[in-house]
């Protein structure tokens, strides 16, 4: 299992934004005989055939056309960004003898524990395209060096720290990159795309936490890593999308694998669960496989979509924050999440749907509902939902410090999961209402 899961961790190393997860996605597919296509441009495909398309070069979408004459959509979607601090536009503030970044939160962030930790940078830069002069090209970079930290304030000047206090977003949390008229953060991602600086034109960049994730407890039975929620659920729905299609021939349905950016601000964009990416592209599927407008809406009925997203842990420090009874723990298999309020998706049906892959597959699956005092969080399901309305049910993975430069979970979990995702694409016909 540790194998398995040193791959995810290798995984989400190499993807410190929405826009490294998406190319290493997009890498791994072609690897394993995609095509790509290209949304200004008409698509053909094949029955047979497997394809993937990329919106804002931080959102995917995967399939394969296992015949024409398909009846409907089997989906898995999770999301590609975590909350992060972006790097405002003219960036550098200098106070103090020291040059700080001016950045903003992405995201509803832990803050605390970005204190005293060593950031780096990456993302993507808006250029001119040196091979179609008057063009804007878009360059992924990754500083992969030490390039900032936020300093905390010695207990010295506030003895009440350790009290609880609110943390000036502005003021505290800019993070120190150079001495003062040192070397700019344009520089040296300029340099790390060996391009000149006034080439760049604009930026999406974000501070990330540097550190790798790995193993921990007395038999490595735990990780710790950046970005769990929720390339935890991208990587391991995506390994059990490609092992399914050893059996692409015998599908009923479409095998669809989708990450979308930006839950972690609500979906809200053209590359978000509340766009017409997925639509759009189903849509197209369809009209490609020479289906009318009908048969659409019917294949569109015989569709179910698993929302893969993570789930909190019960914390053994704060066992009274979960519910009493469906307190999910770590290590102890898939979860499935359900929510009076519809902030998931599941329901009777579509529990049974995920269950049933869970017991084909052999693996244990837990189930978490929120504590009744506890608001608690929303995902992607229901927000894609809004355009593509199908039977669904919310999944995940338990977690401990959600929302925290450095996550922890369980090392079994992942291949679990894995295994359940792999055997859903398997279901051949979903129930009715």
Same mark, same amino acid.
């Given at each position: 299992?540790?194998?398995?899961?040193?791959?995810?961790?290798?995984?989400?190393?190499?993807?410190?934004?929405?826009?490294?997860?998406?190319?290493?996605?997009?890498?791994?597919?072609?690897?394993?005989?995609?095509?790509?296509?290209?949304?200004?441009?008409?698509?053909?495909?094949?029955?047979?055939?497997?394809?993937?398309?990329?919106?804002? !070069?931080?959102?995917?979408?995967?399939?394969?056309?296992?015949?024409?004459?398909?009846?409907?959509?089997?989906?898995?979607?999770?999301?590609?960004?975590?909350?992060?601090?972006?790097?405002?536009?003219?960036?550098?503030?200098?106070?103090?003898?020291?040059?700080?970044?001016?950045?903003?939160?992405?995201?509803?962030?832990?803050?605390?524990?970005?204190?005293?930790?060593?950031?780096?940078?990456?993302?993507?830069?808006?250029?001119?395209?040196?091979?179609?002069?008057?063009?804007?090209?878009?360059?992924?970079?990754?500083?992969?060096?030490?390039?900032?930290?936020?300093?905390?304030?010695?207990?010295?000047?506030?003895?009440?720290?350790?009290?609880?206090?609110?943390?000036?977003?502005?003021?505290?949390?800019?993070?120190?990159?150079?001495?003062?008229?040192?070397?700019?953060?344009?520089?040296?991602?300029?340099?790390?795309?060996?391009?000149?600086?006034?080439?760049?034109?604009?930026?999406?960049?974000?501070?990330?936490?540097?550190?790798?994730?790995?193993?921990?407890?007395?038999?490595?039975?735990?990780?710790?890593?950046?970005?769990?929620?929720?390339?935890?659920?991208?990587?391991?729905?995506?390994? *059990?999308?490609?092992?399914?299609?050893?059996?692409?021939?015998?599908?009923?349905?479409?095998?669809?694998? /989708?990450?979308?950016?930006?839950?972690?601000?609500?979906? *809200?964009?053209?590359?978000?669960?509340?766009?017409?990416?997925?639509?759009?592209?189903?849509?197209?599927?369809?009209?490609?496989?020479?289906?009318?407008?009908?048969?659409?809406?019917?294949?569109?009925?015989?569709?179910?979509?698993?929302?893969?997203?993570? /789930?909190?842990?019960?914390?053994?420090?704060?066992?009274?924050?979960?519910?009493?009874?469906?307190?999910?723990?770590?290590?102890?298999?898939?979860?499935?999440?359900?929510?009076?309020?519809?902030?998931?998706?599941?329901?009777?049906?579509?529990? !049974?749907?995920?269950?049933?892959?869970?017991?084909?597959?052999?693996?244990?699956?837990?189930?978490?509902?929120?504590?009744?005092?506890?608001?608690?969080?929303?995902?992607? *399901?229901?927000?894609?939902?809004?355009?593509?309305?199908?039977?669904?049910?919310?999944?995940?993975?338990?977690?401990?410090?959600?929302?925290?430069?450095?996550?922890?979970?369980?090392?079994?979990?992942?291949?679990?999961?894995?295994?359940?995702?792999?055997?859903?694409?398997?279901?051949?016909?979903?129930?009715?209402?």
């Amino acid at each position: 299992m540790n194998d398995f899961t040193q791959k995810m961790l290798d995984f989400i190393n190499e993807s410190p934004t929405c826009f490294q997860a998406v190319q290493n996605i997009a890498q791994k597919l072609q690897k394993d005989g995609f095509c790509e296509l290209n949304e200004r441009k008409k698509w053909k495909i094949e029955a047979g055939k497997k394809y993937f398309v990329k919106r804002n !070069a931080s959102s995917i979408i995967a399939f394969a056309i296992p015949k024409e004459d398909f009846c409907g959509f089997s989906m898995v979607a999770s999301h590609s960004d975590s909350p992060l601090f972006k790097i405002k536009e003219n960036p550098n503030q200098t106070e103090a003898g020291v040059v700080r970044l001016n950045a903003e939160k992405y995201g509803g962030m832990l803050l605390f524990p970005w204190f005293d930790r060593p950031l780096s940078v990456a993302g993507r830069v808006a250029v001119f395209d040196e091979n179609a002069p008057g063009k804007i090209a878009s360059r992924l970079v990754d500083l992969k060096k030490n390039v900032a930290l936020i300093p905390n304030l010695a207990i010295h000047f506030d003895r009440t720290a350790n009290d609880g206090r609110k943390i000036d977003v502005q003021n505290e949390m800019q993070s120190v990159i150079s001495l003062e008229n040192g070397e700019s953060i344009l520089s040296l991602v300029s340099k790390s795309l060996k391009i000149d600086e006034s080439k760049i034109l604009s930026t999406d960049l974000f501070l990330y936490n540097a550190q790798n994730g790995t193993f921990f407890g007395t038999n490595d039975e735990f990780i710790t890593s950046p970005r769990l929620d929720d390339l935890e659920c991208v990587w391991t729905t995506l390994l *059990g999308f490609l092992d399914s299609l050893k059996s692409l021939e015998k599908m009923q349905n479409v095998p669809i694998f /989708a990450v979308f950016d930006n839950e972690e601000v609500g979906s *809200g964009t053209r590359q978000g669960a509340a766009s017409t990416f997925l639509l759009e592209t189903l849509k197209r599927v369809s009209m490609n496989c020479k289906k009318d407008e009908e048969s659409f809406f019917v294949s569109l009925a015989n569709s179910f979509l698993v929302s893969a997203d993570n /789930a909190h842990a019960i914390h053994p420090a704060h066992t009274k924050s979960s519910d009493p009874v469906n307190a999910p723990k770590i290590n102890a298999g898939p979860v499935i999440k359900l929510s009076a309020a519809q902030k998931y998706t599941t329901d009777a049906i579509s529990f !049974a749907v995920f269950r049933r892959a869970c017991e084909n597959a052999n693996v244990p699956f837990q189930v978490f509902t929120n504590n009744s005092n506890v608001a608690g969080g929303s995902t992607l *399901g229901n927000i894609s939902q809004t355009h593509v309305s199908v039977r669904s049910v919310d999944v995940g993975l338990s977690q401990w410090a959600m929302h925290s430069p450095m996550e922890s979970a369980g090392a079994h979990d992942p291949q679990l999961l894995y295994k359940s995702i792999e055997e859903f694409y398997k279901i051949e016909e979903f129930p009715e209402d």
